[in-house]
């Protein structure tokens, strides 16, 4: 079966220090990746997803950045975090084929910056 | 621009009442419309509908979709504590785009 990691769970960071967030997914090859954003009270805000390895779409410009090194690994970045990037931040999965768009969710990282 | 609305923001009821959770569209490009619950952490998946008027059901929970007149309802009979969660509809259209959510409180 397949199964999706992220850590940490919980981040407390300064103001202009750097962030790294990772996501590896189990069981399965060949995912689509996708790092949401959920701030208090909001939706979840898609920030990029990828489709293979070193293929990333931004989906809103922002003080963040991804990368996909290998298959099943997703990395969030931020070279200087704003207060603004605190937030829940949830990575996701899902298969390629067809119209079937279910998205399988890992734990999230609770990221406060201070 | 793509949007999905959620209503009510939130819900407070007792165990053993029925919840209607609603959700509309407006997307370019509509494949299909999810139902998760999210408790603490991760969402977890309950529906997929892409076709009008075909109920979904899960238990105590159901859902249908109206591509006519763009919206969906999840229904959750005889509540329980358990059901006490945020209910987030999703949009398919290449991506999806989420609402902002339902609260639901189930007290005792």
């Known amino acids: 079966s397949q199964t999706i990691h992220q850590w940490p769970a919980t981040l407390v960071q300064p103001v202009g220090s750097p962030l790294s967030l990772e996501c590896t997914v189990e069981g399965t090859s060949n995912p689509n990746l996708y790092w949401y954003r959920q701030a208090a009270g909001r939706g979840l805000q898609l920030l990029f997803y990828?489709?293979?390895?070193?293929?990333i779409s931004s989906e809103v410009p922002q003080n963040l950045s991804a990368s996909r090194p290998q298959d099943r690994q997703f990395i969030l970045s931020s070279k200087k975090l704003l207060l603004s990037d605190s937030g829940f931040y949830l990575c996701?999965?899902?298969?390629?084929?067809?119209?079937?768009?279910?998205?399988?969710f890992g734990p999230g990282t609770r990221l406060t910056v201070t | 621009e793509d949007k999905v609305v959620q209503s009510p923001l939130s819900l407070v009821v007792h165990e053993g009442d029925t919840v209607t959770l609603n959700c509309s569209y407006e997307?370019?490009?509509?494949?299909?419309l999810l139902w998760y619950k999210q408790e603490k952490k991760a969402p977890t998946f309950l529906f997929m509908l892409t076709s009008s008027g075909i109920e979904k059901k899960s238990g105590r929970l159901s859902s249908i979709l109206d591509k006519k007149e763009l919206f969906s309802i999840l229904n959750i009979t005889a509540t329980q504590t358990g059901d006490s969660a945020v209910y987030l509809c999703a949009v398919n259209t290449d991506k999806l785009i989420f609402g902002t959510g339902t609260r639901l409180q189930v007290f005792p």
């Open positions: 997307v370019t490009n509509f494949r299909s």
């Open positions: 990828s489709v293979g390895i070193g293929q």
């Open positions: 996701a999965w899902s298969g390629r084929a067809g119209v079937s768009h279910e998205q399988y």
